[in-house]
Structure formats: C-alpha cells, structure tokens
C-alpha cells in the first residue's frame, strides 16, 4: 500500500474515511479521471478492528436494506450492475448465490422484486430453511451478489493502488481537514465525519451483534449451491425472548451469523444492554436467538449444528443519518470556499449502495472540477478496470 512518507503530493480530490464506501468512491474518483488521496486511521482487515469502524462487521450481501436514500433504486441498480460485473472477473471476491427471505408470516411482494435477479415467491416449505416446528413459511428468494469482504476489500485497495491512488493512514481533525491538499473533499467518514463537519440532521447508531463460526463444512443448498437468508420467526412462536429476525451468511473463513439492530442516540454510550434473552459467546454477549435460531435452521436444513463449531461473538455500530427524513447523506457543501461532497450515513447499506452511492457522489463533483481522464495504466491483473472505467465515463447518469 502506498504511503506518504515526506511532503504529501496534491490530488484533486482528497477522500476522508477509508471504510468500503470511501475506498469505492475513490476508485470511482480514478476512473472518471481524477487524481486522488485518500486519508484513514484505519485499513479494513488490516488493522485492529473497533466497532466505531462499520466495514469489518458488515455482512456483504448486495441487497436491498432498511435504510433512507434519495433515489435509492436507482443506486441500487447501479451497485448491482458493478456487483455483477465485478463477479464476472472472478478475481475481485464477488459471486452471486441464492439468498432466501424467510418469514413465519405471509408478506406481499417487496418493493425491489423487479430490481434483483431470479425474484420468485417460495413454494415448497421442505425446500427452504425452517424451523422444524414452523407451521408455515412464506417469503421469496432471489440471486444475490455476496463480497468475500476481507478479501473484496484487499483487491479493492490494491485495484485503488493501480490506479494511482495515495492512502495517507493517519487520523483527521476539522482543523487538519482545512489543511489538506485537495482541490475537492469527498467526505465519506461514516460515523467520525460528525467530529469534522456540520450537519444539521440527525444521526444515530444501529448496534449489530453478529456470531462467527469457524470449522464447520460450507453450508450449500441440496443442488450444491452456497446460501444466505433472512429469517423471521412468528413472535408467538417461540420462547419469549427470542423473537427477532436471524441471518446466515457463508464466508470462505468463517459462517457469519446474526443479528441485531438496537438503536442507540450518538450521545450516548452505549451500556451493553441487549433485550431479550443474551448469551455469552466468548467473552461477548449476544442475542441469544442468533444461535439458537440459527441452530435450529442450518441443523435442520443442512443437517450442520454451529454448536459444532468454533463461536466467537462481536458487536459494531452502524453509522445511520435521519433514518426519518433526509437519509444518506450525498450532497455538496463547501468548507473554508472549498467544495465539500458528503457521501456518509449508510447504516448497514454500505456494500449494497457503495457503487451507487459513488457514482453519485462524482457527479457532484464534475459539478465543481473538470476531470482529465486518460487511457489508464494498470497491472494486468486489473485490466478489467479499462472497461469499467468506460462504463463509468460515458453511460451512468445517476439523476435528480
């Protein structure tokens, strides 16, 4: 990874947070034909996680979230068309596999039924995780695109580092931002950029526990194929307490199971409270329904018991803005005369609406800085990226 190691060179743009939506911005910065820099304290799977830094806990499903965003579908559209070409190059940790959306109770179709691939209402209750005790099951499953993050987020810097791209790993002040040299600020510091600009909405924070579990088989569908889901249980259906939606997520290294989302106010800290029925894993505790529940589906399913495994419990912070108004913050201000582009505030939507959200977040910035695009030079591992970085310059057009 590129480092600075005397006087930093100026970019036009200088990228603040280097969490996935920061590293995409980034790339997608370099592709239109700017040079760019960014600035972090911290490098996702690299450095010691915390659970102020979203990335490292994030699921890494492309699907549709819970979460507020001006033009969310079209976001979305773009994310998974990047997604998909990105699986296409089978060397970017991306792949597309069956994702089930499991509920004990009926539900109409979703609103994103025509935006993912492979929509289709279940049928069969037996070809679908259950809880063995489930009178019923409805839902849907789709095709969904799933990032390898740790190691999506290791060919996403080095693909940055091909291109040109700087990181600076050091951690910034309102004042130090002043300072850097940039023609632009893209602002993509999550949960930290309320310490470095303003922001007259609200923000709050999402506490996601999650459960992983290391050496156990790959859990595969009976065709063979990996799978995820989303499962909720009916809440008079199960031992008081453990009502709440469960999800399973197959990694390469490890089974990611959850999960929670306890809203706590960004003034406060959080005590560690978890209602409902926890349970210690490790030296954390969590939501006693995440492996419980999830027990019960993959056992029953799979015919795999995580109990087998090696469990090991954690918990991280969804940075989330105005959940009830405004939403995703893409718009552009100007610090000190100098263009600010904000692209924060995702909550647990950042892989999803990462690309979206970048795409975005350059046309705000051609609104203030011409770019200089070029043929690019890369390594032949990412020739690939000559093609993207077509699609990026000519045909997206995220609109009003």
């Known amino acids: 990874m590129q ?37 972090t304290a911290k490098i996702p799977f690299r450095d010691e996680p915390s659970p102020e830094f979203a990335t490292p806990y994030a699921a890494a499903s492309i699907k549709p979230a819970s979460v507020t965003m001006s033009r969310q579908q079209r976001a979305l559209a773009i994310s998974q068309e990047i997604f998909g070409f990105l699986a296409d190059t089978g060397s970017m940790g991306v792949r597309q596999q069956p994702h089930f959306v499991l509920h004990e109770e009926d539900h109409s179709d979703p609103e994103y039924a025509d935006t993912v691939s492979g929509f289709c209402r279940i049928s069969e209750i037996e070809q679908y995780p259950h809880r063995p005790n489930a009178n019923a099951v409805f839902g849907w499953r789709f095709n969904a695109y799933f990032a390898e993050l740790p190691v999506y987020i290791a060919r996403c810097y080095a693909l940055y580092e091909s291109l040109g791209g700087v990181v600076h790993e050091r951690s910034l002040t309102r004042e130090t931002c002043r300072n850097l040299p940039s023609d632009v600020l893209v602002n993509c510091a999550g949960i930290g950029s309320q310490e470095i600009f303003d922001d007259q909405r609200p923000w709050m924070i999402h ?62 800290d959080w005590d560690g ?34 109990e087998t495994g090696n469990l090991a419990g954690r918990y991280g912070f969804r940075p989330v803005r105005d959940p009830d108004g405004d939403g995703v913050r893409i718009e552009r201000e ?67």
């Not at 930093?8 to 760019?36: K, N, Q």
């Open 3 to 39: 480092r600075a190691k005397q006087t930093e060179r100026r970019a036009d743009v200088a990228v603040i947070g280097g969490g996935v939506i920061g590293i995409t911005t980034a790339i997608c910065l370099e592709l239109r034909g700017y040079s760019t820099a960014i600035y």
């Open 207 to 268: 506490v996601g526990h999650q459960v992983l579990v290391d050496g156990l088989p790959l859990i595969r569908t009976d065709s063979g194929d990996l799978f995820s889901y989303n499962y909720t249980p009916h809440p008079d259906a199960v031992a008081d307490g453990f009502a709440g939606e469960v999800y399973a997520y197959p990694r390469m290294d490890t089974l990611v199971l959850g999960g929670s989302r306890l809203p706590v106010a960004l003034e406060d």
């Open 273 to 306: 409270h978890i209602p409902g029925v926890s349970r210690s894993v490790g030296d954390v505790e969590v939501p006693a329904r995440i492996v419980t529940i999830n027990d019960e589906l993959l056992d029953s399913y799979t015919g795999i018991s995580i």
């Open 334 to 400: 100007s610090l000190d005369g100098r263009p600010v582009i904000h692209n924060c505030g995702h909550g647990g939507a950042g892989v999803t609406l990462s690309w979206g959200s970048a795409v975005k977040a350059c046309e705000l910035v051609t609104e203030v800085a011409d770019p200089a695009p070029t043929p690019l030079s890369v390594s032949r591992e990412f020739t690939f990226a000559r093609r993207l970085a077509t699609r990026i310059r000519s045909d997206y057009d995220f609109g009003r």
